[in-house]
Nanobody, 112 residues
Framework: QVQLVESGGGLVQAGGSLRLSCTLS????????MGWFRQAPGKERGFVTT????????YYADSVKGRFTISRDSAKNTVYLQMNSLKSEDTAAYYC?????WGQGTQVTVSS
């Protein structure tokens, strides 16, 4: 069974940093991408970033460019999201995504 297991959320002050990780169990496809979406209360889930596990090319939402960095360890089927200079508007549940699969979500709360 394919699963995405996330970790690393928490509470941080504005300007601080957090790192999320997500591991894909039993990948059944090649040349896949993994990424992150987020959903704040009362809002729709939106794209944050994605990375090609084969080639390493990454894309970011404009709202996080220059502050967030996605990286991967292809041998471990794991992606990392380094979040720096966090703002209160980054507060959301962060969901890892791969193809049609989703993680359970991890909460990131930024206090101002």
């Amino acid at each position: 069974q394919v699963q995405l297991v996330e970790s690393g959320g928490g509470l941080v002050q504005a300007g601080g940093s957090l790192r999320l990780s997500c591991t894909l169990s039993r990948p059944t496809f090649s040349n896949y991408a993994m990424g992150w979406f987020r959903q704040a209360p009362g809002k729709e889930r939106g794209f944050v970033t994605t990375i090609s596990m084969s080639f390493g090319s990454a894309y970011y939402a404009d709202s996080v460019k220059g502050r967030f960095t996605i990286s991967r360890d292809s041998a471990k089927n794991t992606v990392y999201l380094q979040m720096n200079s966090l703002k209160s508007e980054d507060t959301a549940a962060y969901y890892c995504n791969c193809e049609i699969f989703w993680g359970q979500g991890t909460q990131v709360t930024v206090s101002s």
